[in-house]
């Protein structure tokens, strides 16, 4: 199996080398960029390419090492259609966002938050779900209502969609943050036996890392919406097919403390936009509430920034992965 994940990531690690300049030179040619502007420093319009890019790579990886082998349990091959086809459902939604920004406007928030809503939907109505929990004064697995099931997983995919488009506003910021995740996963998955979670970490792993070469300081190219969309979207369907699937207090914490550093800005940012009386999905214009423009604010360079975030995020993972071999 070891074998099997090695040769899945060097494949989708090279197609998306081989993607890169490709599309890059594409956006280029359809002025699909991103300017730069007051809020935004860069100083030459960027390729928001990087999202496509990791999608490609993502579909063909699931073609060849998902749907093609048999190493996985009957039934999962419904759950890896719906995953596969909400996140081109969402990477969709964010490449049209994405286009529409690099003309000077800016897409509805409602329509995106449909098809975000949609695209949990289709990975619920699947399997991919939060069902319940195991609680051990009674040695018994608690399923949760069906609605509740329901708006629990809703909320958990909009939210880390959300969390990761957030986190997207330093050069390789959400990547990093993405690829520490996901690489967690694979481990728990590993730990777990849990082999389909295994290569869905894999691919996403190996798609963002063959994406940062391109994207950590000084990035050549941005993954835009589509790709901050796609990162999220995919943990969040990760997490729900393996960690908390099993669902005892400790797999429950896991994916909390894997994506800790996300899911908790995000969370701050919300609630100080909303005490504000300020709209929550609306980026503030003094680039002030996230945590990495709170620390350029405090003088710390981009760089240095991100290797701060990064850090805490990857104490944050160690600990869920201590957690799960002592617990």
Not at 3 to 9: C, L, M, P
Not at 30 to 37: A, E, G, N, Q
Not at 53 to 81: C, N, P, Q, R
Request: aromatic share 12%.
């Amino acid at each position: 199996m070891m074998h099997f994940y090695g040769i899945a990531f060097a494949a989708v690690f090279v197609l998306v080398l081989v993607l890169m300049p490709q599309m890059a030179k594409l956006a280029h040619k359809l002025d699909f960029t991103d300017k730069p502007t007051e809020r935004k420093k860069h100083k030459a319009p960027m390729p928001l390419s990087g999202g496509v890019s990791m999608f490609i790579a993502v579909f063909v990886g699931f073609i060849i090492f998902v749907f093609t082998t048999d190493l996985f349990v009957e039934g999962v091959d419904i759950e890896m259609i719906a995953v596969l086809g909400g996140a081109a459902l969402i990477v969709a939604v964010g490449v049209v966002d994405d286009y529409s920004k690099s003309k000077g406007k800016e897409f509805p928030v409602w329509p995106r938050l449909l098809i975000h809503i949609v695209s949990a939907s289709i990975a619920f109505a699947a399997g991919v779900r939060f069902t319940g929990f195991f609680n051990p004064l009674i040695d018994q697995y608690v399923y949760l209502p069906f609605v509740l099931q329901y708006v629990l997983t809703v909320l958990w995919f909009v939210g880390l969609v959300t969390a990761f488009n957030f986190m997207d506003g330093l050069d390789g910021l959400s990547g990093l943050l993405a690829l520490i995740s996901g690489s967690t996963f694979f481990i728990v998955a590993l730990h777990m036996g849990q082999p389909e979670s295994a290569i869905l970490a894999v691919v996403l792993v190996a798609a963002i890392a063959g994406f940062l070469r391109s994207n950590l300081p000084p990035a050549r190219v941005y993954m835009g919406d589509s790709g901050a969309y796609l990162l999220g979207f995919m943990l969040a369907a990760i997490s729900l097919h393996g960690a908390f699937k099993q669902a005892t207090v400790i797999s429950l914490i896991i994916p909390m403390l894997a994506m800790g550093v996300p899911i908790f800005d995000s969370m701050l940012v919300v609630v100080r936009r909303i005490l504000a009386r300020k709209p929550a999905h609306v980026a503030d214009s003094t680039n002030i509430t996230h945590l990495h423009f709170r620390l350029l604010r405090e003088g710390m360079k981009p760089a240095h920034a991100v290797a701060l975030i990064i850090l805490l995020s990857a104490c944050l993972n160690l600990a869920s992965i201590i957690l799960m071999l002592v617990f």
